[in-house]
């Protein structure tokens, strides 16, 4: 399986939406193109209480998936999103880079 070049738990920086400009932390993929990022695409869902599962109704916030296009990785060193690219170390392990300055993500 290829190599993604964002993953779970990276941090990201949204591109486009409501949530335009924000900062997160992706919690899981919900397919290869969409992620859930924390406290990001949040909507208000309607809830049918469930006696048995001990879930009472009423309206609660969720965060729905957000398409991968959508988001960028997030440079802390240059406070601004980036492009990941791959490239093999010393030891001959596949590594996620910033472009823009060379860094490694993955250490």
């Known amino acids: 399986m290829a190599m ?3 993953r779970k738990g990276d941090n ?15 919690i899981k ?12 695409n949040r909507v208000k869902s309607h809830v049918k209480p469930n006696p048995s599962k001990n879930i009472v109704g009423g309206i609660v916030e969720i965060e ?17 999103a980036d492009r990941v690219g791959f490239r093999f170390n010393e030891s001959g392990n596949k590594v996620r880079y910033f472009k ?8």
């Open 12 to 26: 990201v920086i949204i591109l486009s939406g409501k949530d335009k400009g924000k900062q997160s932390t992706v």
């Open 4 to 6: 993604k070049k964002i």
């Open 64 to 80: 729905k998936p957000i398409h991968v296009s959508n988001i960028a990785i997030f440079n802390s060193d240059k406070n601004k």
């Open 100 to 107: 823009s300055d060379g860094t490694l993500i993955d250490l």
């Open 29 to 40: 993929f919900e397919s290869v193109e969409k992620v859930i990022v924390r406290d990001v």
